[in-house]
T-cell receptor
Framework: GENVEQHPSTLSVQEGDSAVIKCTYS??????FPWYKQELGKRPQLIIDIRSNVGEKKDQRIAVTLNKTAKHFSLHITETQPEDSAVYFC??????????FGTGTRLTVIP | DAGVIQSPRHEVTEMGQEVTLRCKPI?????LFWYRQTMMRGLELLIY????????DSGMPEDRFSAKMPNASFSTLKIQPSEPRDSAVYFCASSELAGGGELFFGEGSRLTVL
């Protein structure tokens, strides 16, 4: 089955700086790569996703890049704010199969 | 729609007791997923259903765990007998499509087994 690795496990940045979280996947057939944000005590919620026919996607301060050759994708958050503090999960999927989640990155934005 | 609804939100029980967690997916969603979240293992898929039929239960830890989906609007995850290592947050999620469809999570059920 698919194996998704996520780094780093924890990340602290100063408010206003950028944060980058990276994930690698093992199954070259994977074609859908979402990112979920989970605030403390809350449910995971989708913040952005990308499909394998696209190399980059941006939504305001959040962007995701995908390198299919290297089988890795990254989440970029610019101009970080305290409300960005949360655990972020990457995931991958191919076809009509289950989402395989990474182990999560705890992001702390220091005011 | 009120979203995915799970109950109970919190459950504290003693080792050996039966635990039943409940989930109501979003109306019209064909896929339902049960995940377990712990600090050590992150989000693990336990089982998922398509049109009420279990598709992949390879993540169910052992025979103590069972899940059912008797109709499109209700699913249960049962642990019998429960053990302290089952303590976790159990999330139910639903989606329109397994492939490329956004997963909508419930609020989760926090289980503590003493």
């Amino acid at each position: 089955g698919e194996n998704v690795e996520q780094h780093p496990s924890t990340l602290s940045v100063q408010e206003g700086d950028s944060a980058v979280i990276k994930c690698t996947y093992s199954d070259s057939a994977s074609n859908y790569f979402p990112w979920y944000k989970q605030e403390l005590g809350k449910r995971p919620q989708l913040i952005i996703d990308i499909r394998s026919n696209v190399g980059e996607k941006k939504d305001q301060r959040i962007a995701v890049t995908l390198n299919k050759t290297a089988k890795h994708f990254s989440l970029h958050i610019t101009e970080t704010q305290p409300e960005d503090s949360a655990v972020y999960f990457c995931a991958s999927r191919w076809g009509a199969n289950n989402l395989f989640f990474g182990t999560g990155t705890r992001l702390t934005v220091i005011p | 729609d009120a979203g995915v609804i799970q109950s109970p939100r919190h459950e504290v029980t003693e080792m050996g007791q039966e635990v039943t967690l409940r989930c109501k997916p979003i109306s019209g969603h064909d896929y339902l997923f049960w995940y377990r979240q712990t600090m050590m293992r992150g989000l693990e898929l336990l089982i998922y259903f398509n049109n009420n039929v279990p598709i992949d239960d390879s993540g169910m830890p052992e025979d103590r765990f069972s899940a059912k989906m008797p109709n499109a609007s209700f699913s249960t995850l049962k642990i019998q007998p429960s053990e302290p290592r089952d303590s976790a947050v159990y999330f139910c999620a639903s989606s329109e499509l397994a492939g490329g469809g956004e997963l909508f999570f419930g609020e989760g059920s926090r289980l503590t087994v003493l």
